[in-house]
């Protein structure tokens, strides 16, 4: 079945320092992929997403790309914030299903 | 908007007793899954509905677990009886998955969360 696998936690930091949080997939056909974050005491929330191949999602200085041939959706951004400080989950959801497909989570954790 | 609504936000009941798990959908999505959250098992699928209809429960983990969605603006997650094992984070999610989809182009239909419904059973 399709599944997805993140890197694992908790990922400590500096402030300002470069982030990149793992994430790959297996599933049949062309998923759209998504990186969302839940910070503490609220539910999940979309960060980015991409719909194809060598597509590039970015929001909030989070990029992540499609890439098909190593099945993999890495996370990343050029400097953190304490602010970021939260669980990030990669996802899958094929196109002619409702299915989630949910990685179990990277804690990240940015210290002052 | 306001988003996806649950409630209560949290809930403290003892061990037997009916515990009802409610949630107020995105208006016009017509999906809505319902999730369990734990630190040991992280995110699970419950069970998500199409347009009123369950779909897949698959992920209901005994018959002390029930769901129902009368109408399009409110379903209900119901554990009877509780027990402690059931102690989690529940959260409700929708999206909106258009007709034809598949002729129409990609559609992604990302989720949108509540903000969870924490439970602990003593």
Redesign the interface.
């Known amino acids: 079945g399709d599944s997805v696998t993140q890197m694992e936690g908790p990922v400590t930091l500096s402030e300002e320092a470069f982030l990149t949080i793992n994430c790959t997939y297996t599933a049949t056909g062309y998923p759209?992929l998504?990186w969302?974050v839940q910070y503490p005491?609220?539910?999940?929330?979309?960060l980015l997403?991409a719909?194809?191949a060598d597509d590039k999602g970015s929001n909030k200085g989070f990029e992540a790309t499609y890439r098909k041939e190593t099945t993999s959706f890495h996370l990343e951004k050029g400097s953190v914030q304490v602010s970021d400080s939260a669980v990030y989950?990669c996802a899958l959801?094929r196109?002619?299903g409702?299915?989630?497909v949910?990685g179990?989570?990277t804690r990240l954790s940015v210290l002052p | 908007d306001a988003g996806v609504i649950q409630s209560p936000r949290h809930e403290v009941t003892e061990m037997g007793q009916e515990v009802t798990l409610r949630c107020k959908p995105i208006s016009g999505h017509n999906s809505l899954f319902w999730y369990r959250q734990t630190m040991m098992r992280g995110l699970e699928l419950l069970i998500y509905f199409n347009n009123n209809v369950p779909i897949d429960d698959s992920g209901m983990p005994e018959d002390r677990f029930s769901a129902k969605m009368p109408n399009a603006s409110f379903s209900t997650l119901k554990i009877q009886p509780s027990e402690p094992r059931d102690s989690a984070v529940y959260f409700c999610a929708s999206s909106f998955k258009s007709r034809g989809s598949l002729l129409a182009g990609l559609n992604t239909g990302e989720l949108f969360f509540g903000e969870g419904s924490r439970l602990t059973v003593l």
Not at chain 1, 41 to 46: F, S
Request: aromatic share 28%.
């Open positions: 759209s998504f969302y005491g609220e539910g999940l929330q979309l997403k719909t194809k989950f959801k196109n002619y409702q299915n989630f949910f179990p989570g």
